[in-house]
């Protein structure tokens, strides 16, 4: 066979391979079945989110209707704490409460679990700041699914009682932070989640200015 005559036959190969040499779209590469989000995280396990906008409007493997113009499945985004697995799964309550407070809504939500580190709450740092050096921290999370092994006095017992904050949401996170129950309540009551929510006191370095803190009742 001649040189030229085997360059056309590997060009014909190659364009039924790829379904032919015109301007046909080119499917988009989705992961196997088994390659997705667990339907419910395990003890000790938070689910964590990301929304997004800017999806395309075409997966081989949509969400379920009315949401199909989202794809099923996404890559797991930086969340609060370590992620397991590498897949999140289109969350349909998420994306439900998420277009419901931004009108219209478009947004597409994901989920997938991630591993929370509990902690003692005899060590946890103090809630209130006693002096002006102090500066007041939280942070809140979804509750956990399947409970926790050091969980807090009902009702909120799918709440650790104290956890390890994650570093990225804080001035300065204590390796130990109490529930807030007080936080917790509101919380609920204004945004309509279960959510589990910390607080702590961090100690500004020397020369920083703070505003005034409100005292709490």
Not at 103 to 117: L, N
Not at 135 to 152: D, H, Q
Request: net charge positive; aromatic share 8%; glycine share 6%.
């Amino acid at each position: 066979m001649s040189r030229r005559r085997a360059r056309a036959w590997l060009l014909g190969v190659s364009c039924l391979v790829a379904s032919g040499c015109g301007h046909a779209p080119i499917a988009p590469v989705i992961a196997p079945e088994s390659d997705t989000a667990p339907a419910q995280c395990a003890k000790d396990e938070v689910r964590e989110y990301f929304c997004d906008d800017l999806l395309p409007l075409f997966s081989a493997r949509p969400a379920p209707a009315p949401y199909d113009s989202c794809p099923a499945s996404s890559d797991i985004r930086a969340g609060n704490f370590p992620a397991v697995g590498r897949i999140a799964a289109f969350d349909l309550e998420y994306t439900a409460y998420t277009r419901r407070r931004v009108q219209p809504g478009h947004s597409c939500c994901y989920g997938w679990c991630a591993a929370v580190k509990t902690s003692n709450p005899s060590s946890a740092a103090p809630v209130t700041c006693e002096n002006s050096a102090g500066l007041r921290e939280g942070f809140c999370m979804r509750e956990l699914e399947s409970g926790t092994s050091a969980p807090a006095a009902s009702p909120f017992e799918r709440c650790p009682s104290a956890l390890k904050p994650p570093d990225v949401v804080a001035f300065a996170a204590p390796a130990s932070a109490r529930l807030d129950t007080a936080q917790t309540a509101q919380r609920r009551r204004e945004t309509l989640l279960a959510d589990c929510c910390y607080g702590w006191c961090s100690s500004t370095p020397a020369g920083t200015v703070l505003k005034a803190q409100p005292k709490t009742k």
